[in-house]
Structures are given as structure tokens and as C-alpha cells.
């Protein structure tokens, strides 16, 4: 999804997501996938907003740019304590490194740039992210909608 420079600012990429997941419920789908460039710090909030969670990176064999993989479980809202660990978007060494330890990304402050990251089941983020490299590997070269 993208939307016109003319209309950013409106909260427009936030809705078209809601609609997305309202119709993928509605079809009975009980996960929705993403990918959102790991630079642009202003596509990360309609995501997380939504209720996606940051679970691998990697590089998108298009253009090489730094892509994050977003999962959203659609029947099972995570909760967290508010706790966590708060790293800056663009310190990709940093949330690489998390992510490798079983962390997730689940909130993002918007004002200072900084996404939070919760331990998740180390099983459970283990298979997510197995199932998003098979996922990255068939989308080489492709283009989904």
C-alpha cells in the first residue's frame, strides 16, 4: 500500500490496513503478514497500531534495502506489562541482535523513533520467523498484494 504525498498525514495507511485485516477476518484468515522498509520510520506506526509485531529482518532482494517482516496473530491479541526495551529505529545492528534473542518488536513511540521489544516465547518466535524466511525466499522476485 502507499498513499499520495498530497494526502499523508491523515491517517489514511492506517485505515486501509484496518480494512485489510476486517476483510481477511471475514475470510476466515488467522494471520496477516507485512513487510515495511526498516528506514522509514513513518510506515511503522499504522502497523503497530494495528496490532503487528516485528518478529525478523532482512534485506529485500529487490533494491537491498533493509526490510522488516510484521506479523499479525488475528484471533490472539498480545499483552504485555509495558515493559521492555526501547531501541531506536534505526539501530538495525541493535534490533537484529534482539531479534536473534528471541525478542520481539510490539510498540512504537512515534515522537522519539524508538520501537519497544518484549521477550516472546523463544519456540513460538523461533517457528514465526522460520515461517517469514520461507515467505521472504518465495516473494523474491514477485510482487504480492
Known amino acids: 500500500d502507499c498513499v499520495h504525498p498530497a494526502y499523508r498525514g491523515n491517517h489514511l495507511n492506517q485505515t486501509m490496513i484496518q480494512c485489510r485485516l476486517e476483510l481477511a477476518l471475514s475470510l476466515g484468515c488467522s494471520d496477516a503478514f507485512s513487510i515495511i522498509d526498516r528506514n522509514n520510520r513513518w510506515n511503522m506506526p499504522p502497523y503497530f497500531n494495528n ?15 533493509k526490510i522488516a517482516l510484521m506479523h499479525n496473530d488475528l484471533h490472539n491479541t498480545r499483552q504485555t506489562d509495558g515493559r521492555g526495551i526501547s ?10 541482535s534482539l531479534m536473534a534473542k528471541g525478542y520481539i518488536g510490539n510498540g512504537y513511540d512515534a515522537k522519539s523513533g524508538n520501537i519497544k521489544f518484549v521477550l516472546n516465547n523463544q519456540n513460538e518466535n523461533n517457528n514465526e520467523r522460520n515461517q517469514f524466511v520461507v515467505i521472504a525466499r518465495k516473494m523474491k522476485g514477485s510482487c504480492r498484494v
Do not use: K, Q
Not at 53 to 61: G, K
Not at 87 to 96: E, H, S, T
Open 87 to 96: 531501541v531506536p529505529y534505526n539501530r538495525l545492528d541493535l534490533i537484529d
Open 51 to 65: 496490532g503487528f509485531n516485528m518478529y525478523a529482518s532482512t534485506i529485500d532482494p529487490s533494491d537491498n534495502g
